[in-house]
């Protein structure tokens, strides 16, 4: 079977805020603020989505990739029920 396109199976991860403290205050309305964290936690909810939607990927692809070699479907390949 041919090779699973990189961006189909590509994982993703958010780089740890690090931000390091410079003294210097700012003032933020509190409603930005609420939206911008909110934003936030909608981008690492996608990112770990698109994850998991790869991993998925590539587990269907092995097992495809297995049955279409032996015939015979392996363990942990079952259909999930209906």
Same mark, same amino acid.
């Given at each position: 079977?041919?090779?699973?396109?990189?961006?189909?199976?590509?994982?993703?991860?958010? &780089?740890?805020? &690090?931000?390091?403290?410079?003294?210097?205050?700012?003032?933020?309305?509190?409603?930005?603020?609420?939206?911008?964290?909110?934003?936030? &936690?909608?981008?690492?909810?996608?990112?770990?989505?698109?994850?998991?939607?790869?991993?998925?990927?590539?587990?269907?692809?092995?097992?495809?990739?297995?049955?279409?070699?032996?015939?015979?479907?392996? &363990?942990?390949?079952?259909?999930?029920?209906?």
């Amino acid at each position: 079977m041919p090779a699973l396109p990189e961006d189909l199976v590509k994982t993703e991860r958010l &780089a740890p805020i &690090a931000g390091k403290p410079t003294g210097e205050l700012v003032s933020i309305d509190k409603g930005v603020l609420a939206e911008i964290v909110e934003r936030f &936690a909608q981008a690492a909810g996608a990112i770990e989505r698109g994850n998991n939607r790869a991993g998925g990927v590539r587990k269907l692809w092995s097992c495809v990739d297995a049955i279409m070699r032996t015939g015979v479907t392996p &363990a942990g390949c079952e259909a999930a029920p209906r």
